[in-house]
């Protein structure tokens, strides 16, 4: 059986983390979110792979050779959208295919469940089904699906992963692949509804620290590098190599630190967190439930929590983040969410800065101490002065 995996978005609600690499390859856990997809399908054993990417390409054909060189790449050269995607990966597809996104966490048995199927959509329920696609059910099989409505009729919502036939490409008429799927049940097809027994989506940036404290439940414990005699280490933890931790810290799993890291004295590192590739706490802080990506840095004296920090951003001595309910604007839609920080990548902040439910842009820099930055949303390459 083939697989063909869309990767070819923009992901412009995840902004600003989306600027500098496709949604599929933001590191969640320390892996590029399409990786976990890919090894969903090794598992349940589906090798044969297409891949549509589309928005920064390179990136994707890059990360794809090194990870699997047998993986096929077709480019989507405009972002059209989901069903146009598809429709490009067309002259590879030769029989009964599944089609997921490759911007999602789906759990190896929900992939063989789904492929047992023909003609089939993986539903899950959520607590937010207005955010995607509801699916109305009747008898095991999809009536309808309603996009993003304002009153949502159901809680169930369509992953978007199917198990299909090369007769869709009869009904794709448009460049939505929700559209599709509708004209298809509207013609007599009958689409059967398979539960998923594990799907995480990041609808919003603030959704990945959720996604990455699920994937961290999977990781594999391993100590390497140097740690000090006097550090506690306990729960499920990952250090890579090169990786130094110095004395007294405290590190809490699940919690996973990349390779040639630097964790200072007296930190404390609470669950739910991953540390990227050279990744640099200085003594005294504190960090939890946090996704701290490659060669950031926090300096000495800081606490943060419920935040994502992104590639090469440095947040000084004295840096406080905390987790606060904000009104966010994402693509003119006012939404309501919790968490300490998003901040994207070559960020740089002085001294004693406090953010408490903000977005902070790619480039920006914090050029003076006792800032306070809560609730606020600050666009790419901003000074504040």
């Not at 990744?279 to 300096?299: H, K, Q, R, V, W």
Request: with cysteine; net charge negative; proline share 5%.
């Amino acid at each position: 059986m083939q697989a063909v995996i869309l990767a070819a978005g923009e992901g412009t609600r995840v902004r600003p983390l989306t600027k500098s690499r496709p949604k599929g390859l933001i590191p969640v856990a320390n892996r590029p979110i399409i990786e976990y997809a890919i090894r969903a399908l090794h598992l349940a054993g589906i090798r044969d792979i297409i891949v549509v990417a589309g928005y920064r390409k390179e990136q994707v054909t890059r990360f794809l050779n090194d990870l699997d060189p047998g993986i096929k790449v077709v480019v989507q050269e405009k972002q059209l959208g989901t069903a146009h995607a598809l429709k490009c990966a067309e002259p590879l597809i030769q029989g009964n295919f599944l089609l997921l996104p490759g911007d999602n966490y789906i759990d190896p048995v929900s992939v063989v469940k789904i492929a047992k199927t023909e003609n089939a959509m993986l539903v899950k329920d959520h607590p937010n089904p207005s955010n995607f696609g509801v699916v109305l059910i009747r008898n095991g099989f999809v009536t309808e699906i309603v996009e993003k409505p304002e009153h949502s009729p159901s809680f169930t919502v369509s992953t978007g992963i199917f198990s299909l036939t090369r007769d869709i490409f009869r009904y794709i008429t448009g460049n939505d692949l929700t559209e599709t799927i509708g004209c298809m049940i509207a013609d007599g097809v009958k689409i059967q509804a398979v539960n998923a027994e594990d799907w995480q989506d990041a609808m919003y940036p603030w959704d990945l620290i959720r996604m990455n404290e699920r994937l961290l439940c999977g990781i594999v414990p391993e100590k390497n590098g140097t740690i000090h005699k006097s550090a506690i280490i306990q729960g499920a933890v990952s250090i890579g190599k090169g990786v130094t931790i110095g004395p007294y810290t405290v590190i809490t799993g699940p919690v996973v630190i990349g390779k040639d890291s630097d964790i200072g004295a007296h930190c404390c590192i609470m669950p739910n967190t991953s540390i990227g590739a050279r990744g640099n706490i200085e003594p005294f802080s504190y960090i939890g439930n946090t996704l701290f990506m490659e060669d950031a840095s926090l300096g000495s004296h800081s606490r943060v929590i419920d935040s994502v920090i992104g590639e090469g951003t440095r947040l000084a001595d004295h840096t406080g983040i905390g987790s606060r309910e904000s009104v966010i604007e994402i693509e003119g839609c006012l939404v309501k969410a919790s968490f300490g920080a998003i901040i994207g990548d070559q960020v740089s902040a002085a001294a004693f800065s406090t953010i408490r439910g903000s977005i902070i842009g790619n480039g920006v820099i914090v050029g003076h101490e006792q800032r306070d930055l809560s609730g606020v949303t600050i666009p790419d390459n901003t000074l504040v002065i």
